[in-house]
């Protein structure tokens, strides 16, 4: 089992940015891919960005390309989520995932085997 904690929301402004942290425990991390998610009010949960186990391949819906950056820390067992030139359309509440298989991440997203309970971006206009 692995546990997924996130922080770092918060209420911002437009232009404004954030860094968002996930933080696992229960099993090694390195193994695991993971990556961050977003949920708008009444839409859908959508994929935001994930980093593989090595890091070294890193994915972006084109809503986050230019605009967020995805990182790990495996020596602090956290993945961080950079958010620059934030907009109102940002506003969500943003999951942190983690699965052994960055094909999963990107492309399976109901198959993903952990999830963190979210934490709530607004961004004002």
């Known amino acids: 089992q692995v546990q997924l904690v996130e922080s770092g929301g918060g209420l911002v402004q437009t232009g404004d940015s954030l860094r968002l942290s996930c933080t696992a425990s229960?099993?090694?991390?390195?193994?695991?891919?993971l990556g961050w998610f977003r949920q708008a009010p009444g839409k859908e949960r959508d994929f935001v960005a994930a980093i593989s186990s090595s890091g070294v391949y890193l994915h972006y819906a084109d809503s986050a390309k230019g605009r967020f950056t995805i990182s790990r820390d495996n020596a602090k067992n956290t993945v961080y989520l950079e958010m620059n030139s934030l907009k109102p359309e940002d506003t969500a509440v943003y999951y942190c995932?983690?699965?052994?298989?960055?094909?999963?991440?990107?492309?399976?997203?109901?198959?993903?085997?952990?999830w963190g309970k979210g934490t709530l971006v607004t961004v004002s206009s």
């Open positions: 229960g099993r090694p991390f390195t193994g695991l891919a």
């Open positions: 995932a983690a699965d052994p298989s960055i094909a999963t991440m990107t492309s399976k997203y109901d198959n993903i085997d952990y």
